[in-house]
């Protein structure tokens, strides 16, 4: 009797290996699930989370940056990758000045005519952990990820952008992406 | 392969060296690691060898060594979120909320009950991401090379869905003190809801390709057997004790979040070897399946993220919180101490494969190299967690 | 625990609100009682979930956690180590798993475990395994007693006030059974 | 004598050519169809459906330096790739491809085989031992005692059908056999072909009993340490082996040449390219087995069994001759 049944356990079990080989063949015969990246683009890059870009939108001009200079992201950045450089106030022209010294005299309030955008936004891409503790601090809404996913480089320095110079730049024409037919399908 | 067999040659390093000393005459003293196929990163195994047979091994860390903990004490509190993601790349929400659960505690903040359940999505969600991970490579680890492919193809589901309310796919940084950083919309929960019948259907699959195979079986059966005492003894968590029959899971024991409102159960098994790990993580799919679904039923309308949430120049109160989670390995605790200056006074973080891979030199004693290989990858360790 | 540490030569012990500080219990120990305090965990079934130290005025705090697998809760030792020769006795002989806790904690504060088996360091490389990372710089360390959580005293050794509050003003401020804490405590 | 020597030669370098070939070929059917069972293409890029990437590959090891590990014995070093891929070369000189289409006609072809193919130990042995590495030496130990026991069953289960018919040589064998499946050794001897299949994976390192290189045991065991070609001629022959054992297979079990409509080349070739594609299968479904199993299985379940094989095969054989005589 036990001979029997260790007969069909041993049976059974050089049988577990057929299923296995099913499996494998029934795989073999469907079709892939690999995408064939360069050539067809894949189709979650929508929510990717790609470097800093700074908002547009500041006085009414789509690029002029949104941000006031106020440095809180700087200040929230666990890898101090971001450095914001404050515009200096325009040298007053004569009469500004002289408008100034009166308004001084007269006792009112001056304003400080510094404009606040920022001069430069100096975001190294390379220390950024893309933790976003910059844009959910920015009191003014200013920053944002972008969804670039193509992006790669030679060297460090190449990771070390001025967003300011990045925001103006993007009103040229931007160069054609690496033409990617739109993704068939991954969810086969 | 520092150390030689034969004498006069270049002598190896301070632990090649040090385990020699008690070497026994002809053994043969092998490094596996810290580059090998099967240490999954830089784990090294100094292990010393009779032929085939391992008479003694020890475990050397510190190849991927952060400080972390330092870190911690050049932060602030919130700063030091994204710190965790990269603790473990495997389960990086269970850090992620094991760190912000203690400042929570510590603070006295009140999660939003949205927020709760989206933390229960998102880590069950990730704990399934880092057992099928395991899974893939566990089988590698034995030879077979195709289920990681079959394993990754699930996984990428989940990392897709997950793309969407963190942005990233291994080292996230979604929980916040007080909640979380995104919301997840209607199109990601859309995904899981799809997700579950899918991931239902491939574990049959699963089963037939290696989980039954008969190589399979006689490769984990009976293969580095814990006792439950040894466990204790060595603090051993997660699937690894489960694996020898006493159901302690954090999220039963500890109650946390709203795991006392979910009906789910803790899988064991008595087997106490390789394939009572295996079969526990297994078991432990469906469980976060069903974990997942009755969240998604259950979960309120409603912010995910407290009002006056702490922003990064947040001080944490004087005092000090112990918080731990059931990550996908063991226990993850977070120890914090604050004296209420900008930066944590003190953050301990207490790694479950940490206590996991202790284990493995009390183990292996005696067993054969392809067992030791076998025993190492059914204790799940990831390396980056173990060294901190 | 209460019970359980009872005979035991102890300086302080208190119950903590586990939902505020994840802990149950904590007892601060003598060197000299720990070995003998950890066997009697080891008896009633805890398990050591991790080993820290903390630099404080005092000296190093080394704190050992434990928790159990049928009881929820966790209990706190703590051992107060000299700064000039931070040393303590090891209890790897009685809980395997604590000898790397116990060679991490040499490897960041640079506290001696006596008895350890196999004490080399275990995260950083033994060629700079003497600078201590966590060690804190003497202007920095912070009191016990003001970062420790005092909890509801139980039991307070004769001598011992590190971790009686400040001023009894203070004290009042804070709640009422923490008063009553302090008092006895002093008393 | 002349004749047959010129045989020999056109022989001998038509195989060295096709095992080249057949090496390149492998790759990339094996690389292909591992992608295609891990739902992913598989080579694509170098040429049509990733044809041309084997030969990338080649040229890629071929240009690499070479490298030898301080201490290593140089000559044993570098005997060992060597020795491992010539005497796969004789191996393919006695298997006949058609009725006549062989380089070599001798009425041993089937010891000729076995006793080289034995050879291939020696090289493995000495790669893993010269090369001064606790891992080659590992895996050399596992090579040695692995292809020593499978040799075997491998050689008693060919017995059996060379008892049935009644030769050695290969030729003789496939001429034994008919058209039909049903005229195939494989009908009469299903328990031998399951046992040399075995013992063949054995035999040839292919997974699941791939131990001697057993990558997340030894790294890569007794070849560890070799680059470059150094590598390269061990990987050609492995699967120049594994071309000969599966064509010996066809030859023995499965017919050879024989087969209805089509010329008998085809019908070879065919067939040996299912059961390497068989195989294939097997080092992708599969986790590998522990040293101390796969030795289990061999002394334990190959060997008596292809032990009893024999005995029965050769009672059945003499019961038929004296069922004839007495006829």
């Known amino acids: 009797m036990n001979a029997i049944k260790e007969a069909i356990k041993t049976v059974s079990d050089l049988w577990s290996l057929m299923v296995g080989l099913r499996v494998t063949g029934k795989y073999f015969l469907e079709p892939q699930r690999t995408v064939r990246y360069p050539w067809k683009a894949v189709s979650n890059i929508g929510t990717f989370k790609g470097h800093l870009e700074l908002v547009g939108g500041g006085q009414k001009d789509p ?42 005299a007269n006792g009112e309030k001056t304003k400080d005519k510094a404009p606040k955008d920022p001069e430069k936004f100096v975001y190294d891409y390379s220390l950024c952990s893309l933790c976003g503790t910059c844009i959910e601090n920015c009191p003014a809404g200013a920053l944002s990820f972008t969804g670039n996913v193509y992006m790669a480089g030679y060297s460090r320095n190449d990771f070390l952008f001025d967003l300011v110079v990045k925001l103006r730049d993007s009103q040229a024409p931007a160069p054609a992406e690496p033409a990617a037919v739109p993704a068939e399908t991954s969810e086969a | 392969m520092t150390h030689s067999a034969l004498p006069d040659q270049v002598a190896g390093d301070f632990y090649t060296n040090n385990f020699a000393k008690n070497a026994q005459e002809g053994s043969l003293i092998l490094n596996l690691g810290p580059q090998h196929p099967s240490t999954h990163g830089v784990l090294r195994v100094v292990v010393e060898m009779d032929g085939e047979y391992i008479l003694r091994a020890e475990p050397v860390l510190g190849y991927l060594h952060r400080m972390h903990e330092k870190m911690a004490e050049v932060k602030t509190a919130a700063q030091f979120i994204p710190n965790m993601g990269r603790v473990d790349y ?178 064991t098994s008595d087997l106490m070897d390789a394939r009572g790990r295996y079969d526990v993580r297994i078991a432990e799919f469906e469980q976060s399946l069903r974990i997942i679904e009755q969240c998604l039923d259950m979960m309120p309308e409603g912010d995910v993220l407290v009002k006056g949430a702490p922003k990064p120049s947040w001080k944490a109160p004087k005092g000090e919180a112990y918080f731990a989670v059931e990550g996908a390995r063991g226990k993850i605790g977070v120890y914090l101490v604050s004296d209420g200056g900008k930066n944590l006074y003190r953050t301990k973080l207490r790694a479950p494969g940490f206590c996991n891979l202790s284990l493995f030199a009390e183990v292996s004693r005696g067993t054969i190299l392809a067992d030791a290989v076998a025993i190492l990858g059914s204790l799940d360790l990831i390396i980056p967690e173990i060294d901190r | 625990m209460d019970a359980l540490l009872k005979g035991l030569p102890l300086d302080y012990l208190a119950a903590c609100d586990f939902q505020k500080t994840g802990k149950t219990w904590q007892a601060i120990l003598p060197a000299a009682s720990l070995v003998r305090a950890a066997e009697r965990l080891l008896a009633a079934d805890y398990f050591v979930e991790d080993i820290s130290a903390l630099d404080c005025v005092e000296g190093y705090v080394v704190t050992y956690h434990f928790a159990h697998f049928h009881k929820p809760g966790r209990v706190a030792l703590r051992v107060i180590a000299p700064h000039d020769a931070p040393s303590v006795p090891s209890i790897a002989g009685i809980f395997q798993g604590a000898e790397w806790h116990e060679r991490e904690t040499r490897d960041f504060h640079g506290v001696v475990f006596q008895g350890n088996p196999n004490f080399i360091p275990l995260l950083i490389d033994p060629d700079m395994a003497d600078c201590f990372p966590l060690r804190k710089d003497p202007k920095s360390r912070a009191r016990m007693r003001d970062i420790l959580e005092a909890g509801e005293v139980v039991h307070c050794g004769p001598g011992f006030g590190l971790m009686t509050p400040d001023a009894p003003a203070e004290a009042q401020a804070s709640s009422q059974s923490e008063a009553a804490a302090g008092d006895k405590a002093t008393a | ?115 080289f193919s034995g050879l291939a130990v020696l090289s493995l042995l000495l790669g893993g031992w010269a090369s001064n590495n606790k891992y080659g030496l590992l895996g050399a130990a596992r090579a040695v005692a692995q292809s020593v026991a499978y040799e075997i069953p491998l050689l008693l289960s060919v017995l059996a059908v060379s008892f049935v018919a009644g030769s050695l040589n290969l030729a003789e064998v496939v001429k034994g056999q008919g058209t039909w499946p049903w005229n195939w050794n494989i009908m009469t001897q299903p328990l031998a072909f399951l046992i040399y299949m075995v013992s063949a994976l054995g035999e040839t390192n292919r997974a699941p009993f791939d131990l001697p290189e057993a990558e997340s045991e030894l790294t890569a065991g007794f070849h560890t340490e070799y680059s470059g070609m150094g590598f390269g001629l061990f990987f050609l022959a492995e699967y120049a082996n594994m071309v000969v054992v599966c064509a010996v297979a066809t030859a023995l079990f499965l017919g050879g040449w024989n087969g209805p409509v089509l010329p008998g080349p085809v019908w070879f070739v065919l067939k040996v390219s299912l059961l390497m594609l068989l195989m294939v299968f097997f080092r992708w479904t599969y986790p590998r087995v522990r040293f101390d199993q796969l030795l289990n299985i061999n002394w334990k379940w190959l060997m008596p069994l292809a032990v009893l094989n024999l005995l029965a095969t050769s009672f059945f054989v003499k019961l038929a001759q004296f069922t004839e005589v007495r006829w």
């Open chain 1, 63 to 104: 690029f002029k940056p949104r941000c006031i200079s106020c440095g809180m992201c700087a200040l929230a950045c666990p890898s101090h990758c971001i450095t914001v450089v404050k515009k200096k106030a325009p040298k007053p022209t004569p009469e500004e000045e002289k408008a100034l010294a009166e308004a001084k």
């Open chain 2, 90 to 267: 495997g389960h990086a929400l269970g850090w992620n909320w094991a760190f912000v659960g203690a400042v929570e505690k510590l603070a006295g903040i009140e999660v939003p009950e949205r927020a709760e359940y989206v933390r229960v999505i998102t880590c069950e969600l990730n704990r399934l991401a880092s057992h099928l991970l395991w899974w893939g490579a566990y089988l590698l680890d034995l030879g077979a090379f195709t289920p990681i492919m079959y394993a990754f193809d699930d996984r990428e589901k989940i990392l897709d869905i997950l793309q969407a309310p963190t942005g990233s796919r291994l080292t996230y940084s979604y929980f916040r003190i007080g909640g979380v950083a995104k919301d997840l919309n209607e199109d990601c929960l859309s995904r899981i809801r799809a997700f579950i019948p899918w991931m239902r259907e491939r574990l049959p699959m699963y089963k037939d390709l290696v989980s039954d195979n008969i190589i399979l079986r006689k490769r984990i059966e009976g293969i580095g057997v814990i006792e439950p005492e040894v466990c204790r003894r060595f603090g051993a968590t997660g699937p690894v004790i489960r694996g020898s029959g006493i159901a302690y899971d954090v999220r039963r024991s500890d109650p946390y979040s709203v795991y006392p409102k979910l009906d789910f159960e803790i899988p």
């Open chain 4, 1 to 115: 004598m002349p004749a047959e020597f010129i045989r020999i030669l056109i022989g001998l370098v038509a195989v060295a050519i096709s095992v080249g070939l057949i090496g390149l070929v492998m790759v990339w059917v094996e690389r292909k169809v591992a992608g295609h069972i891990q739902r992913r293409p598989g080579p694509y890029e170098v040429g049509p459906s990733g044809l041309l990437q084997p030969l990338a590959d080649a040229l890629k090891l071929v240009g690499k330096q070479l490298f030898m590990p301080d201490k290593a014995d140089p000559i044993l070093f570098w005997l060992a790739p060597v020795l491992s891929f010539l005497p796969v070369l004789l191996l393919f000189l006695p298997l006949p491809l058609g009725d006549g289409l062989y380089a070599l006609d001798v009425n041993l072809g089937l010891l000729l085989i076995l006793a």
